[in-house]
Every structure is written in C-alpha cells, then in structure tokens.
Antibody, heavy 119, light 105 residues
Framework: EVQLVESGGGLVKPGSSLKLSCVGS????????LHWIRQAPKKGLEWIAL????????YYADSVKGRFTISRDNSKNTLYLEMNSLRSEDTAMYYC????????????WGQGTLVTVSS | IQLTQSPSLLSASVGDRVTLSCKGS??????LAWYQQKLGEAPKLLIY???SLQTGIPSRFSGSGSGTDYTLTISSLQPEDVATYFC????????FGGGTKLELK
C-alpha cells in the first residue's frame, strides 16, 4: 500500500523559514516523481512544485519560485520542501503526492501538514 | 492555463444525474483530471486523461471533453458523493480549478 507521511509544519513568523518532509513507503520511491500541493484554509488547491525521480528536473509555481526549494533523498525515501521568506499567504495545508498512471496527475496523497505564518 | 469551474455550488438529489463543468483558458489537449475532496480529507483522484477512471472509483463517475471544455458526470448521485470537486490540468504547467461544491438537496 502506497503511503506518504508529511511532517514539519507549524506556526512561524513572517520572513522565517521552514522545511517540510514527506516519507514514502509501499512503492519504489527512487522511481517516481513527486509533487507538493497546498490548500489555504477554506480555499482551493494550489500546485506548487514537482521533482522527477532523479532530481534532474524540478518545477515550481510562480507564487513560490525563488523562495521554495523541492528536493529529495532517495536513500531515505524522503521528499523535502524548504520554504524561505514565508508570508501570511503561505498559510496552508501542505500535501505531498505521487503520480499514478501519469506522473503529472497525483494519485496518492499524504494526510498533509499544516503551516501557519503569523506574527 | 487558468481553469474555471461551474457552478461553484450545486444542489442535487440522490439518484440525479449531475454534470460539473471545467473550462480552460487555453487548449488542454485532454490532459485533464478530476479530484474529489471530502471535508477534512486529502483529495482523491477520480479521472485522469479526461476520461480514464482511476482504479477503485465507481463507474457512476465519468469524464469527457476536448479542447478547452471538460465535464465530470455522476450518473446517479449517491449520499457519499457529497464533496468538493476540482479539475486539474497538466498540459501546460499544472493548475487546479476553483472547485464545485456538491451538496444534497
């Protein structure tokens, strides 16, 4: 069974940094691209980043480009999202997700980790 | 590519045929998926590549469309289908629509 478990969320002040983690199991972690997707409270979904299986290709939404960095450690089955210069509008539930038949359409999602940016 | 979903809120009765719409600002070339999100849960993939049913999803869900216009249809609404539905394109970047909240009448 595919499982994705996020961690690292919390309450931080504007301008600060935070690093999220997502541990995958039940699949060959090193063979699959992975996404980060977020959802602000009572709002819709926002795709924010994708990393290919070998870390050669990384893509970002304009809203986070230059502030967030997606990375992975295949030896630890772990996906990361390093977030810098956090703003109040970054407050959201952050999900990691794995593609299914197509890498581009996430089929498996974690339960999410909540990031709150507030002074 | 921006995605516009309509309606934003839909009320229907059990057994109704329900149709949700998603319109792209550009051609999506059938790289369109649909997600269901129930309150307090992570989204669930229903349909990918416009009309391919994800494993384990009931056959009452179906997708169609082409170009810029896509549709999710629930052939006979069940109580457990109450949720918010999001379309998602992956033809040019990756973008979600704003969602349609489906409730029981």
């Amino acid at each position: 069974e595919v499982q994705l478990v996020e961690s690292g969320g919390g309450l931080v002040k504007p301008g600060s940094s935070l690093k999220l983690s997502c541990v995958g199991s039940g699949f060959t972690f090193s063979s699959h691209g992975l996404h980060w997707i977020r959802q602000a409270p009572k709002k819709g979904l926002e795709w924010i980043a994708l990393i290919y299986y070998d870390s050669r290709n990384k893509y970002y939404a304009d809203s986070v480009k230059g502030r967030f960095t997606i990375s992975r450690d295949n030896s630890k089955n772990t996906l990361y999202l390093e977030m810098n210069s956090l703003r109040s509008e970054d407050t959201a539930m952050y999900y990691c997700a794995k593609g299914g038949v197509t890498i581009a359409a996430p089929a498996y999602w974690g339960q999410g980790t909540l990031v709150t940016v507030s002074s | 590519i921006q995605l516009t979903q309509s309606p934003s809120l839909l009320s229907a009765s059990v057994g109704d045929r329900v149709t949700l719409s998603c319109k792209g600002s550009q051609n999506i070339n059938n790289y369109l998926a649909w997600y269901q999100q129930k309150l307090g849960e992570a989204p669930k993939l229903l349909i990918y590549n416009t009309n391919s049913l994800q494993t384990g999803i009931p056959s009452r869900f179906s997708g169609s469309g082409s170009g810029t216009d896509y549709t999710l249809t629930i052939s006979s609404l069940q109580p457990e289908d109450v949720a918010t539905y999001f379309c998602y394109q992956y033809n040019n970047g990756w973008t979600f629509g704003g969602g349609t909240k489906l409730e029981l009448k």
